[in-house]
Protein backbone atom coordinates (compact mmCIF):
# COMPACT_ATOMS: atom_id res chain seq x y z
CA UNK A 1 0.00 0.00 0.00
CA UNK A 2 2.94 2.45 0.86
CA UNK A 3 4.40 1.70 -2.48
CA UNK A 4 0.95 2.91 -4.19
CA UNK A 5 0.93 6.03 -2.38
CA UNK A 6 4.45 7.05 -3.18
CA UNK A 7 3.08 6.61 -7.07
CA UNK A 8 0.14 9.25 -6.65
CA UNK A 9 2.62 11.50 -4.78
CA UNK A 10 5.19 11.12 -7.83
CA UNK A 11 2.63 11.54 -10.76
CA UNK A 12 1.03 14.73 -8.65
CA UNK A 13 4.78 16.26 -8.26
CA UNK A 14 4.73 15.86 -12.35
CA UNK A 15 1.37 17.32 -12.53
CA UNK A 16 2.32 20.44 -11.10
CA UNK A 17 5.25 20.66 -12.66
CA UNK A 18 3.52 20.20 -16.22
CA UNK A 19 1.08 23.05 -14.76
CA UNK A 20 2.97 25.39 -14.07
CA UNK A 21 4.81 25.34 -17.51
CA UNK A 22 1.23 25.52 -19.28
CA UNK A 23 0.08 28.41 -17.26
CA UNK A 24 3.50 30.25 -17.95
CA UNK A 25 3.47 29.68 -21.51
CA UNK A 26 -0.72 30.72 -21.32
CA UNK A 27 0.13 33.36 -19.96
CA UNK A 28 3.29 34.42 -22.27
CA UNK A 29 0.68 33.66 -25.06
CA UNK A 30 -1.77 36.58 -23.43
CA UNK A 31 0.48 39.28 -23.00
CA UNK A 32 1.63 38.79 -26.78
CA UNK A 33 -1.95 38.85 -28.37
CA UNK A 34 -2.50 42.53 -27.51
CA UNK A 35 1.13 43.48 -29.45
CA UNK A 36 -0.11 41.34 -32.45
CA UNK A 37 -4.09 43.11 -32.42
CA UNK A 38 -1.64 46.67 -32.38
CA UNK A 39 0.23 45.61 -35.27
CA UNK A 40 -2.98 44.03 -37.26
CA UNK A 41 -4.76 47.16 -36.50
CA UNK A 42 -2.17 49.55 -37.70
CA UNK A 43 -1.27 47.29 -41.15
CA UNK A 44 -4.89 47.37 -41.96
CA UNK A 45 -5.63 50.74 -42.77
CA UNK A 46 -2.61 50.41 -45.14
CA UNK A 47 -3.25 47.12 -46.75
CA UNK A 48 -6.81 47.85 -47.96
CA UNK A 49 -5.80 52.34 -48.97
CA UNK A 50 -3.29 50.49 -51.08
CA UNK A 51 -5.44 48.32 -52.56
CA UNK A 52 -7.81 51.21 -53.68
CA UNK A 53 -5.50 53.16 -55.04
CA UNK A 54 -3.74 49.82 -57.02
CA UNK A 55 -7.45 49.64 -58.21
CA UNK A 56 -8.53 53.13 -59.40
CA UNK A 57 -4.77 52.71 -61.15
CA UNK A 58 -6.16 49.87 -62.91
CA UNK A 59 -9.94 51.37 -63.35
CA UNK A 60 -9.16 54.55 -64.37
CA UNK A 61 -6.41 53.31 -67.43
CA UNK A 62 -6.96 51.62 -70.22
CA UNK A 63 -3.45 49.68 -69.43
CA UNK A 64 -3.88 45.85 -69.82
CA UNK A 65 -0.95 44.99 -66.80
CA UNK A 66 -0.01 41.42 -66.76
CA UNK A 67 -1.03 41.63 -62.71
CA UNK A 68 -4.37 42.81 -63.20
CA UNK A 69 -5.61 41.16 -66.30
CA UNK A 70 -7.26 37.62 -66.10
CA UNK A 71 -5.64 34.69 -68.14
CA UNK A 72 -8.04 33.69 -70.80
CA UNK A 73 -7.32 29.82 -69.80
CA UNK A 74 -5.44 29.94 -66.45
CA UNK A 75 -3.09 26.86 -66.28
CA UNK A 76 -1.20 27.31 -63.27
CA UNK A 77 -1.58 28.83 -59.73
CA UNK A 78 0.57 29.73 -56.71
CA UNK A 79 -1.09 29.33 -52.99
CA UNK A 80 1.05 30.71 -50.19
CA UNK A 81 -0.12 28.68 -46.87
CA UNK A 82 0.97 30.57 -43.69
CA UNK A 83 1.31 28.10 -40.29
CA UNK A 84 3.18 28.32 -37.28
CA UNK A 85 6.92 27.46 -36.25
CA UNK A 86 5.69 26.11 -33.30
CA UNK A 87 3.10 23.59 -32.04
CA UNK A 88 1.26 23.76 -28.84
CA UNK A 89 -1.58 26.07 -30.24
CA UNK A 90 -4.23 23.56 -30.95
CA UNK A 91 -5.83 23.17 -34.29
CA UNK A 92 -4.48 26.29 -35.64
CA UNK A 93 -2.12 24.83 -37.85
CA UNK A 94 -3.88 21.96 -38.87
CA UNK A 95 -7.31 23.95 -39.48
CA UNK A 96 -5.23 26.35 -41.99
CA UNK A 97 -3.20 23.34 -43.51
CA UNK A 98 -6.65 21.52 -43.94
CA UNK A 99 -8.14 24.90 -45.78
CA UNK A 100 -5.12 24.72 -47.99
CA UNK A 101 -5.72 21.33 -49.41
CA UNK A 102 -9.64 21.84 -49.76
CA UNK A 103 -8.13 25.02 -52.13
CA UNK A 104 -5.51 22.82 -54.09
CA UNK A 105 -8.06 20.21 -54.90
CA UNK A 106 -10.60 23.03 -55.79
CA UNK A 107 -8.03 24.55 -57.98
CA UNK A 108 -6.91 21.39 -59.69
CA UNK A 109 -10.32 19.89 -60.37
CA UNK A 110 -10.39 23.24 -62.62
CA UNK A 111 -7.26 21.85 -64.75
CA UNK A 112 -5.27 24.10 -63.09
CA UNK A 113 -1.34 22.93 -61.84
CA UNK A 114 -0.59 24.41 -58.51
CA UNK A 115 2.82 25.36 -56.96
CA UNK A 116 3.06 25.70 -52.69
CA UNK A 117 4.76 28.18 -50.91
CA UNK A 118 4.65 27.27 -47.44
CA UNK A 119 5.54 30.18 -44.58
CA UNK A 120 6.01 27.69 -40.45
CA UNK A 121 7.90 24.86 -39.52
CA UNK A 122 4.69 23.07 -39.24
CA UNK A 123 3.77 23.29 -42.80
CA UNK A 124 7.09 23.15 -44.02
CA UNK A 125 7.21 19.18 -41.97
CA UNK A 126 3.66 18.54 -42.96
CA UNK A 127 4.52 18.50 -47.26
CA UNK A 128 8.10 17.37 -46.38
CA UNK A 129 6.46 13.94 -44.58
CA UNK A 130 4.25 13.50 -47.15
CA UNK A 131 6.85 14.09 -49.89
CA UNK A 132 5.26 17.18 -51.46
CA UNK A 133 6.83 19.74 -53.69
CA UNK A 134 7.50 22.77 -51.91
CA UNK A 135 8.23 25.96 -54.77
CA UNK A 136 9.23 28.27 -51.63
CA UNK A 137 9.24 27.99 -47.82
CA UNK A 138 10.17 30.43 -44.97
CA UNK A 139 10.50 29.62 -41.28
CA UNK A 140 11.62 31.10 -37.96
CA UNK A 141 9.45 34.11 -37.59
CA UNK A 142 5.67 33.23 -37.35
CA UNK A 143 5.25 34.46 -34.08
CA UNK A 144 6.38 38.69 -34.77
CA UNK A 145 6.40 38.74 -38.36
CA UNK A 146 8.08 42.09 -39.49
CA UNK A 147 7.70 43.86 -42.99
CA UNK A 148 11.34 42.58 -44.49
CA UNK A 149 9.69 39.24 -43.88
CA UNK A 150 7.19 39.68 -45.86
CA UNK A 151 9.25 41.52 -48.08
CA UNK A 152 11.09 38.03 -48.38
CA UNK A 153 7.87 36.28 -49.55
CA UNK A 154 6.64 38.55 -51.41
CA UNK A 155 9.23 38.67 -54.12
CA UNK A 156 9.47 34.66 -54.90
CA UNK A 157 5.56 35.27 -55.20
CA UNK A 158 6.03 37.88 -57.35
CA UNK A 159 8.73 36.69 -59.38
CA UNK A 160 6.35 33.55 -60.47
CA UNK A 161 3.53 35.79 -61.10
CA UNK A 162 5.39 37.79 -63.75
CA UNK A 163 7.15 34.67 -65.61
CA UNK A 164 5.68 33.21 -68.31
CA UNK A 165 3.81 29.55 -67.43
CA UNK A 166 6.34 28.19 -70.02
CA UNK A 167 9.43 29.18 -67.90
CA UNK A 168 6.98 27.64 -64.51
CA UNK A 169 5.49 30.90 -63.97
CA UNK A 170 1.53 31.34 -63.02
CA UNK A 171 -1.57 32.65 -63.98
CA UNK A 172 -3.08 33.00 -60.08
CA UNK A 173 -1.69 33.90 -56.52
CA UNK A 174 -4.00 32.84 -53.59
CA UNK A 175 -3.18 33.49 -49.87
CA UNK A 176 -4.14 30.95 -46.64
CA UNK A 177 -3.69 32.35 -43.53
CA UNK A 178 -5.94 31.92 -40.23
CA UNK A 179 -7.81 35.21 -39.90
CA UNK A 180 -8.20 36.95 -36.06
CA UNK A 181 -11.71 37.70 -35.18
CA UNK A 182 -11.49 37.28 -31.55
CA UNK A 183 -9.99 35.93 -28.53
CA UNK A 184 -11.92 33.07 -29.39
CA UNK A 185 -12.35 32.61 -32.85
CA UNK A 186 -9.89 32.00 -35.73
CA UNK A 187 -10.85 31.26 -38.87
CA UNK A 188 -8.70 30.06 -41.57
CA UNK A 189 -9.59 31.80 -45.07
CA UNK A 190 -8.44 31.86 -48.57
CA UNK A 191 -8.14 35.02 -50.68
CA UNK A 192 -6.94 35.70 -54.32
CA UNK A 193 -4.65 38.42 -54.16
CA UNK A 194 -3.73 38.20 -58.02
CA UNK A 195 -5.19 38.90 -60.44
CA UNK A 196 -7.31 42.07 -58.75
CA UNK A 197 -10.80 41.62 -59.27
CA UNK A 198 -11.54 45.26 -60.49
CA UNK A 199 -14.56 46.91 -60.15
CA UNK A 200 -15.67 49.43 -63.06
CA UNK A 201 -17.69 51.07 -60.40
CA UNK A 202 -18.59 51.75 -57.37
CA UNK A 203 -21.77 51.93 -55.23
CA UNK A 204 -22.63 55.00 -53.81
CA UNK A 205 -25.85 56.04 -51.85
CA UNK A 206 -27.31 52.86 -53.73
CA UNK A 207 -26.97 54.34 -56.94
CA UNK A 208 -23.79 53.49 -59.41
CA UNK A 209 -20.84 55.76 -59.83
CA UNK A 210 -18.13 55.46 -62.70
CA UNK A 211 -14.87 56.09 -62.25
CA UNK A 212 -13.63 58.25 -64.44
CA UNK A 213 -10.43 57.74 -66.77
CA UNK A 214 -6.98 59.51 -65.62
CA UNK A 215 -3.95 60.07 -66.94
CA UNK A 216 -0.67 59.01 -65.25
CA UNK A 217 2.91 60.51 -65.39
CA UNK A 218 4.86 58.40 -66.60
CA UNK A 219 2.57 55.83 -67.50
CA UNK A 220 -0.39 54.09 -65.74
CA UNK A 221 2.18 50.68 -66.59
CA UNK A 222 5.11 52.50 -65.08
CA UNK A 223 2.61 53.67 -61.77
CA UNK A 224 1.40 49.65 -61.60
CA UNK A 225 4.94 48.36 -61.50
CA UNK A 226 5.77 50.20 -58.84
CA UNK A 227 2.69 49.73 -57.16
CA UNK A 228 1.84 46.41 -57.30
CA UNK A 229 4.97 44.87 -55.51
CA UNK A 230 3.90 47.23 -52.27
CA UNK A 231 0.01 45.45 -52.69
CA UNK A 232 1.57 41.87 -52.44
CA UNK A 233 4.09 42.94 -49.79
CA UNK A 234 1.33 44.78 -47.63
CA UNK A 235 -0.95 41.80 -48.13
CA UNK A 236 0.97 39.33 -47.08
CA UNK A 237 2.51 41.52 -44.06
CA UNK A 238 -1.42 41.99 -42.93
CA UNK A 239 -1.74 38.02 -43.42
CA UNK A 240 1.54 37.43 -41.29
CA UNK A 241 0.51 39.57 -38.37
CA UNK A 242 -3.36 38.32 -38.82
CA UNK A 243 -1.54 34.54 -38.46
CA UNK A 244 0.87 35.58 -35.36
CA UNK A 245 -2.26 36.95 -33.28
CA UNK A 246 -4.46 33.94 -34.23
CA UNK A 247 -1.44 31.48 -33.20
CA UNK A 248 -1.40 33.36 -29.97
CA UNK A 249 -4.99 33.19 -29.10
CA UNK A 250 -4.95 29.52 -29.85
CA UNK A 251 -1.77 28.96 -27.68
CA UNK A 252 -3.34 30.87 -25.01
CA UNK A 253 -6.50 28.72 -25.25
CA UNK A 254 -4.74 25.79 -25.49
CA UNK A 255 -2.32 26.29 -22.50
CA UNK A 256 -5.51 27.13 -20.58
CA UNK A 257 -6.90 23.98 -21.24
CA UNK A 258 -3.99 21.85 -20.20
CA UNK A 259 -3.78 23.65 -17.43
CA UNK A 260 -7.18 22.75 -15.91
CA UNK A 261 -6.90 19.63 -17.08
CA UNK A 262 -3.84 19.24 -14.92
CA UNK A 263 -5.79 21.10 -11.92
CA UNK A 264 -8.78 18.81 -12.34
CA UNK A 265 -6.11 15.51 -12.90
CA UNK A 266 -4.17 16.86 -9.72
CA UNK A 267 -7.62 16.94 -7.69
CA UNK A 268 -8.26 13.31 -8.76
CA UNK A 269 -4.93 11.93 -7.74
CA UNK A 270 -4.85 13.74 -4.51
CA UNK A 271 -8.13 11.99 -3.90
CA UNK A 272 -6.58 8.57 -4.39
CA UNK A 273 -3.63 9.38 -2.35
CA UNK A 274 -5.90 10.06 0.37
CA UNK A 275 -7.89 6.91 -0.01
CA UNK A 276 -4.69 4.92 -0.22
CA UNK A 277 -3.25 6.98 3.28
CA UNK A 278 -6.18 6.10 4.40
CA UNK A 279 -6.61 2.19 3.70
CA UNK A 280 -2.30 2.40 4.85
CA UNK A 281 -3.52 3.68 8.43
CA UNK A 282 -7.08 1.57 8.59
CA UNK A 283 -4.94 -1.83 7.56
CA UNK A 284 -2.23 -0.44 10.62
CA UNK A 285 -4.72 -0.13 13.10
CA UNK A 286 -6.17 -3.25 11.98
CA UNK A 287 -2.59 -5.11 12.38
CA UNK A 288 -1.71 -3.45 15.86
CA UNK A 289 -5.30 -4.09 16.92
CA UNK A 290 -4.82 -7.91 15.82
CA UNK A 291 -1.43 -8.04 17.17
CA UNK A 292 -2.08 -6.79 20.58
CA UNK A 293 -5.19 -9.20 20.79
CA UNK A 294 -2.68 -12.35 19.77
CA UNK A 295 -0.02 -11.25 22.90
CA UNK A 296 -3.22 -10.67 25.03
CA UNK A 297 -4.35 -14.18 24.16
CA UNK A 298 -1.14 -15.66 24.58
CA UNK A 299 -0.59 -14.09 28.00
CA UNK A 300 -3.62 -15.18 29.59
CA UNK A 301 -2.76 -18.90 28.31
CA UNK A 302 1.13 -18.63 29.84
CA UNK A 303 -0.95 -17.99 32.99
CA UNK A 304 -3.14 -20.27 33.29
Known sequence: MGAQLRVY??????????????KAMEMIAASRIVKA?????????????LTRAVTA????????????????????????????????????????????????ERLRGEGKEVDSFIVGRKG?????????KVAGSWTGFTDSPEYADAKKVSAALIEAVQKDTAEGGVDELYIVFTEFVSMMTQT????????????KAEETDGKTEILPLFD?????????????????????????????????????????SATDNAGELINTLSRLANAARQAEITQEISEIVGGSSALADATAGSDK
Request: no cysteine; aromatic share 6%; charged share 25%.
Open 9 to 22: KRRIRSVSATKKIT
Open 37 to 49: QRKVAASTPYATE
Open 57 to 104: VATGSNTKHPLTTEAESPTRAAVLLVTSDRGLAGGYSSNAIKAADRLT
Open 124 to 132: VAYYGFRER
Open 188 to 199: PVENRMLPLSLE
Open 216 to 256: FEPSAEDVLDALLPRYVESRVYNALLQSAASEHAARRRAMK
